[in-house]
């Protein structure tokens, strides 16, 4: 009988990361999210939901890169430890993603531009926009030198208003 259990332990132990997967990123989800559900927290349902969010951008990340990601073997393990700091209630991984990227996407779209690629200049263009020149001076000059400029900026709309 100890035998058996030994060998079971082995079993267990060599595809702890098989095995792991599916606990980690559906079984303790499915479980959490139903308690979410039931409880009258609203903390709990955007942790639970912005994890499901994350996990089906996940899983269609992987259905369309499946060629590419089996040429990669540590990609199992890089999953498995991106979903427990997803789901690990000490981390909050998927609430820290969703304050942070999330919900500035949706909340301000203008801010966040991820398709942004500068155009090449020619005649007819112009220079480059507002948010990219932003950024240059703020990389030569600093952000405090950038504030700065927009305060003198504010003081003078607000002067010309008064005029």
Known sequence: MGSGAGNFLKV????FDVLAGPVV???YPLYASIKAIESKSHVDDQQWLTYWVLYSLLTLFELTFAKVIEWIPIWPYAKLILTCWLVIPYFSGAAYVYEHYVRPFFINPQT???WYVPRKK???SKPDDIITAAEKYMEENGTEAFEKLIHQADKSKRLLQEA
Not at 12 to 15: A, E, M, R, T
């Open 12 to 15: 267990l132990l060599k595809n």
């Open 122 to 124: 020619d005649l007819f």
């Open 25 to 27: 990123s559906l079984v």
């Open 112 to 114: 966040i531009n991820i």
